[in-house]
């Protein structure tokens, strides 16, 4: 699946399970919502990596399948934020990592 694909399905999907919800999703929303899951991806890499109380150590098989999910909720927002910016996440990754078209 291409990256443009999966930046507009995320949109979708994250947007109609909010409307479901009742919740209005606007750009602040989005961005509240990647700072929310970006909390959750960093306790997850906390228990991933063994910094915490032993009794929420997870087995590493577990760890990492919680540690990929958090990073994919933060990917999703990351792509319907793009969506919402009318920004082609692709091709920034691209101008930006890749060509160094956009490094100064």
């Not at 949109?11 to 209005?24: A, L, P, Q, V, Y």
Request: proline share 1%; aromatic share 8%.
């Amino acid at each position: 699946m291409e990256i443009k694909e999966l930046q507009k399905q995320a949109s979708e999907i994250f947007i109609n399970n909010s409307k479901r919800d009742g919740i209005k999703v606007d750009t602040d929303y989005l961005i509240l919502k990647l700072t929310e899951e970006l909390g959750e991806f960093v306790q997850s890499y906390i228990v991933h990596e063994r910094r915490c109380r032993p009794a929420k150590y997870l087995s590493a098989k577990e760890a990492k399948r919680e540690l990929s999910k958090e990073l994919a909720d933060v990917l999703g927002l990351v792509f319907s934020i793009a969506d919402k910016c009318d920004i082609d996440i692709e091709e920034a990754l691209v101008k930006k990592w890749i060509t160094k078209e956009w490094i100064k």
